[in-house]
């Protein structure tokens, strides 16, 4: 990565008096750091592409892993994005890319420790310890997910490869420069005994073109690392840099935020004074309102006054008119009264004879009961003289009988 990849963007990077009120001197580091990551994974993709190839490529929905929770997925990716694995046959690895417009959201190096794991039919996942995060692809069909876990799976076995390699390079320039060290003096003794040259090149010609070779190797990969000597002294001369004007950010932003913090203290005061006021001029608006509840409980009771008077006054015409019809009713009322009178009069008299009536019948009645008496007594009498007499003639006619 050169220095003009990490380098800090002038359109949004720096913090200075202009930026977000409030904001603080470590979230304008943040923010700058990330706007010199995303120049630089930016400007890395555009430069990679002569030395990377795609080799594989598909679509699908991507999302991170949630930083607070570890538990939840963020989506980065409003739609399905292609997604790749590039070869970088300089470095020998292995990429996973994703660019949604002008924003890579994944950047990926695989390495033989990775394990991309199926999680449902159409989910997928691998946890990057570079990135501190765990990417998530959704796809479309599970015969995507299957060719893409299938080449994850190939590239990392490539990966692996790749390092064990490098890993025997290493290993054998590292016992051919020792072989080196150790067998220069014994050539050296070898030309002192033999004595020419030419005795030197028949004897040790073959092991003398292998020295060469590898010191060829040797001398190309100490070029090799001498210019990666000078390009790490340039991104990191680039980082100082970077770091300069970072430190100078901090500053600004530190001074903009003593200024924010003095416009906040003035800006609460005012905020204070003005909740003083509200609240003020909300027990005016209260009282206001209770004296117009008051007003109109009032109008409503003068209305039922208005309405009971004139209930009252139409009551008091009433009586009036009624007022004028009372002598001629009075009079009506004296000559009732006079009838009346003679009325109970006559009342009076025929309850008199009625009396005298009652008890009139009540002495017939007691008559008509002692002549019944009487008539009983002397039908009881009657039969008992004409059993006698019936007797007495049935003597006589035994006596004519007898004679």
Not at 227 to 234: A, D, G, I, L, Q
Not at 396 to 401: A, E, F, I, R, T
Request: overall charge negative; glycine content about 6%; charged content about 30%.
């Amino acid at each position: 990565m050169s220095g003009e990849e990490l380098g800090v963007s002038r359109s949004g990077g720096r913090c200075g008096a202009g930026s977000v009120p409030g904001r603080s001197a470590a979230g304008c580091a943040a923010s700058s750091l990330s706007d010199v990551s995303r120049a630089g994974s930016a400007r890395a993709l555009a430069a990679g592409g002569t030395r990377e190839q795609p080799i594989f490529t598909t679509r699908a929905h991507v999302f991170q892993i949630d930083p607070s929770t570890k538990k939840n997925w963020v989506p980065a990716s409003k739609q399905a994005v292609t997604v790749s694995y590039f070869y970088d046959s300089t470095r020998n690895s292995y990429r996973i890319i994703s660019v949604d417009g002008a924003k890579v959201i994944i950047n990926s190096t695989i390495t033989p420790n990775m394990t991309f794991t199926k999680t449902s039919q159409k989910f997928g996942q691998w946890a990057d310890s570079r990135a501190n995060t765990v990417f998530g692809l959704g796809f479309p069909s599970e015969q995507q997910l299957t060719k893409f876990a299938e080449k994850f799976q190939e590239v990392k076995e490539a990966a692996k490869l790749a390092r064990d390699r490098s890993q025997e390079k290493i290993e054998t320039s590292s016992n051919h420069s020792q072989e080196s060290g150790r067998e220069t003096p014994s050539s050296t003794r070898a030309s002192s005994v033999n004595g020419t040259d030419d005795e030197k090149a028949s004897h040790g010609g073959p092991a003398e073109a292998h020295l060469k070779s590898e010191n060829d190797k040797l001398k190309i990969a100490l070029a090799q690392s001498s210019s990666n000597v000078k390009k790490w002294e340039t991104e990191l001369q680039s980082l100082r840099e970077s770091n300069a004007r970072l430190s100078t950010a901090l500053q600004e932003s530190a001074a903009s935020i003593e200024h924010w913090k003095k416009q906040f203290s003035a800006c609460k005061e005012e905020n204070e004074q003005l909740r003083g006021k509200i609240e003020e001029l909300e027990e005016q608006c209260n009282e206001i309102n209770k004296e117009k509840e008051r007003n109109a409980q009032l109008s409503r009771r003068l209305q039922e006054l208005e309405t009971e008077l004139q209930d009252k006054e139409l009551e008091l015409e009433e009586l009036r008119k009624q007022g004028e019809i009372i002598p001629e009713l009075m009079s009506e009322c004296e000559s009732v009264s006079e009838q009346l009178q003679a009325a109970e009069k006559k009342n009076k008299d025929l309850e008199e004879k009625v009396r005298t009536l009652r008890t009139e019948v009540e002495e017939n009645k007691h008559r008509q009961t002692n002549l019944k008496t009487e008539l009983k007594n002397f039908l009881d009498v009657l039969d008992g003289k004409i059993d006698e007499l019936h007797d007495f003639r049935q003597g006589l006619s035994k006596l004519g009988v007898d004679n």
